[in-house]
């Protein structure tokens, strides 16, 4: 374990360079930083875990990205720390949700979902004039690898298919692309529903749906024999 004590009436320009100065300690000797204390206050990675979580699961989605962050700097492990996974997970399902209600026109609907299951949207855009049914998954892969398991595929395959919804729309974060291409056809085979994906350069970064969810509304509106073109990785 490496602490560092300065006293708290010092200027905050003192613990930048504390902070620093731990950054460098960790690149020379490759030491983990398990706790860091500021005078009488002291913070440990368990507890950035547990308030990075606790903010993700209050909808602070910036606290919490910045809170991991700082627990990545101090902590290179994090990223192989299934508990830090499963925060980014909800830190990135918060943006998708965020980016949902963005997408929104006047009028329209959002159906939020958020102790969804497998193959389940986790948002539902609700369109006008007809209603049609846009469901949204957060494409996010259960580790790092970006792999999902093959009975994982099919279970979430037939369970989209039997939501009643007119079309989806994958966000994806770290899915792997032949992950996606195995969802997206396994829900669009067979006269299936109209799938889209929209992949953002950053988990930690949203960009806009809307152009997305037009496009499927087109697809769902008109000529049924489009096929979904996945963009590249």
């Not at 902070?19 to 460098?24: A, K, R, S, T």
């Not at 994090?78 to 949700?97: G, Q, Y």
């Not at 398991?149 to 099919?154: G, L, P, R, V, Y």
Request: hydrophobic fraction near 40%; charged fraction near 25%; include cysteine.
């Amino acid at each position: 374990m490496v602490a560092v004590f300065i006293s708290k009436n010092q200027a905050g320009s003192a613990t930048l360079v504390v902070i620093g100065g731990l950054f460098l300690l960790m690149a020379l000797s490759g030491r983990t930083i398990e706790s860091v204390r500021i005078g009488d206050w002291e913070v440990t990675m368990s507890e950035l875990r547990r308030q990075a979580a606790e903010q993700a699961r209050s909808g602070l989605t910036e606290q919490a990205q910045a809170t991991l962050d700082v627990l990545k700097k101090l902590n290179p492990a994090a990223d192989r720390d299934p508990e830090v996974h499963a925060v980014e997970i909800s830190v990135f399902e918060n943006r998708v949700l965020d980016a949902v209600e963005a997408a929104r026109c006047e009028g329209e609907q959002v159906v939020r979902h958020p102790n969804a299951g497998l193959g389940e949207p986790l948002a539902v855009l609700v369109a006008q004039p007809d209603g049609v049914r846009i469901g949204v998954f957060a494409a996010y892969a259960l580790n790092e690898s970006g792999h999902i398991q093959a009975a994982s595929s099919d279970s979430f395959v037939r369970r989209a298919r039997e939501m009643d919804c007119a079309a989806y729309l994958f966000v994806n974060g770290t899915l792997h692309q032949e992950y996606l291409e195995r969802l997206t056809e396994g829900i669009q085979g067979d006269g299936g529903r109209p799938v889209g994906i929209e992949t953002w350069a950053s988990t930690a970064q949203s960009a806009p749906l809307r152009p997305a969810v037009d496009r499927l509304l087109a697809r769902v509106r008109g000529p049924q024999d489009e096929r979904v073109s996945i963009p590249r990785q």
